[in-house]
């Protein structure tokens, strides 16, 4: 396991394409060209525009369901329930996800994915 608090970041999708990651959430703002590449993949065989500027990839279309389901449901969790939910349908062990909510970030980063608010 990497001690990196996001361990799959920057391999998002190469993760989803070889089936490894069940999900993944790119945003243009943070990593443009790995945005248009997961736009156009012909190895990604679900994929869904959820906010603008945001697309969803999956290895199936139901986890893209989920997401936006749990987004759309946030304010039913706590921030720690939705986050280990959240990681969990992103491909994260359950060790990674324990090194995330002892982390400063799980408690601070206003990511939707993270238990942010959906702006």
């Not at 996001?6 to 959430?25: C, F, Q, S, T, Y």
Request: proline residues 3%; positive net charge; contains cysteine.
């Amino acid at each position: 396991m990497s001690n990196c608090i996001a361990p799959h970041e920057h391999e998002e999708l190469m993760l989803v394409e070889e089936g490894i990651k069940p999900l993944a959430i790119i945003y243009h703002d943070k990593n443009p060209k790995m945005y248009r590449a997961a736009c156009s993949s012909s190895l990604i065989k679900h994929r869904k525009l959820v906010r603008a500027g945001v697309i969803a990839i999956a290895t199936k279309p139901q986890y893209i369901d989920i997401y936006m389901k749990l987004v759309k449901d946030r304010k039913l969790y706590t921030r720690t329930t939705f986050q280990v939910l959240m990681g969990g349908y992103l491909g994260y062990t359950s060790e990674e996800i324990i090194m995330y909510l002892t982390s400063n970030e799980s408690k601070t980063c206003t990511c939707i994915e993270c238990g942010g608010e959906l702006k």
